[in-house]
């Protein structure tokens, strides 16, 4: 099947500074990714739909000034979480979305641990 | 809004069992409807995938049933073993002219957990 990758799998930051997720996309092309945030023991919160070369559609409540997120390529898309605070610590999972024979699958990434001390 | 409820929340049995985990929507505009397992740390595996066309889709130990006009699905997991112990998440996408067209909507999770 379909892999999707991330860097790095875990970060820590100080609070205050800016972390970058990357989402790859490595035997297919994405045009939509998107990107979850998942707390312990819940299911999976979508953030946002990112389509390739145009701008990321957020869900409600989500900071799209916090929360950057670009789509570049057809393979790529970054999460950057800006000015960071300890309760935007948590695991952020990429998935990205194929369209082969008229049929949508998506496919995750393993995850990022994000610790902000 | 779509709702998605996965029953029951929790799951403990001993080696060898059968297993039912339940999955029910709100939304009957479905394009198709994911199965996932989580391990404690990691991303998601699909496990199996329905269309709305379909009526069930078997992989091995794991059969997973759809049923759009009482807006629930199953998956079964024969002769149950300790590698199985996971967190197993259904998803709803949404076909075009529904609430949920274009993402996947995630149900709780059914954590479960196999005793040698």
């Known amino acids: 099947g379909a892999v999707v990758s991330q860097h790095p799998s875990r970060v820590i930051c100080k609070s205050g500074t800016s972390v970058k997720i990357e989402c790859r996309s490595l035997?297919?092309?994405?045009?939509?990714m998107f990107w979850y945030r998942q707390f312990p023991k819940k299911s999976l919160m979508l953030m946002a739909t990112?389509?390739?070369?145009?701008?990321?559609?957020?869900e409600q409540g989500v900071e799209k000034d916090k929360f950057l997120i670009n789509h570049a390529s057809l393979t790529l898309s970054t999460l950057t979480v800006t000015s960071a605070h300890p309760e935007d610590s948590s695991f952020y999972i990429c998935?990205?979305?194929?369209?082969?024979?008229?049929?949508?699958?998506?496919?995750f990434g393993p995850g990022t641990r994000l610790t902000v001390t | 809004k779509q709702e998605v409820t996965q029953i029951p929340a929790a799951l403990s049995v001993p080696e060898g069992e059968n297993l039912v985990l339940n999955c029910s929507f709100t939304?009957?505009?479905?394009?198709?409807l994911q199965w996932f397992r989580q391990d404690p740390g990691k991303g998601l595996t699909s496990l199996l995938l329905?269309?709305?066309?379909?009526r069930e889709q078997t992989s091995g130990r794991l059969n997973a049933s759809l049923d759009k006009s009482s807006g629930r699905s199953t998956l079964y997991i024969a002769a149950s073993q300790p590698g199985d112990s996971a967190t197993y998440l259904c998803?709803?996408?949404?076909?075009?002219?529904?609430?949920?067209?274009?993402?996947?909507?995630f149900g709780q999770g059914t954590i479960l957990t196999v005793h040698p």
């Open positions: 998935s990205a979305r194929t369209l082969a024979g008229g049929i949508y699958e998506q496919y």
């Open positions: 035997d297919f092309q994405a045009t939509t």
């Open positions: 990112s389509n390739e070369g145009s701008k990321a559609t957020y």
């Open positions: 939304d009957s505009a479905i394009y198709n």
């Open positions: 329905i269309q709305s066309s379909q």
């Open positions: 998803a709803f996408f949404g076909r075009a002219g529904g609430t949920s067209y274009g993402k996947l909507t």
